[in-house]
């Protein structure tokens, strides 16, 4: 599946606890969950991403990308539905979204510009209990930005599917961005980034703000 072929993006805010607390928010009791349109998705290949530099802070957040191969149906053995991951960028428009949380208003602008979604590789879903102490990291211009491990989510990857699920529906090209790990800053113009997942690159890019 590419890139075209992704249908609902789901991403869920505020899934890991010292990440929550670097922005001054609660830990919620049930997932937080809000969405990105389709064209939001752009490969992770070595390739350069073009973003918004004009209207404050862009900030990366890496996550797990789970992909749905299978339909959810209640009831179901959740993870059934996943078929592949990835690692991916929530990327935010920081001070955007501070203005819209003070009104109250969605976030739609925030998180859901064009090029706020690149996704790296895909890889074979490797099941519960190893995705849960594998860890993923971000490397910016060589350095160590987040790491992070599925062990630390307040909602793991049963519950989340769950959750999405029977809430709003899970079908074949849907994907779930599971949340970021503590560590999320401001991209600068030239970056370069690259996700690493048990140590090796699963993905890269590089930043132009214009
Ligand atoms: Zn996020």
Redesign the pocket.
Known sequence: MGTNDIRNIY???RNYKLHALELGNEVPEEPLVFTKPSHAVISMDGNTVELPGNVGEVHF?L?IVLRVGQAYEQGMDAELCIDAMALGL?L?LRDVQSKLKAKGQPWLAAKGFRNSAPISNWLPYPGAAALAETEFVLLRNGEEAQRGKAADMIFNVSELIKYVGDHYGLGVGDII?T??PAGVAALHDGDQLQALWAGSPVGSCSVKLA
């Open positions: 991403c869920i805010g957040e996550e929530d935010t961005y949340g970021t």
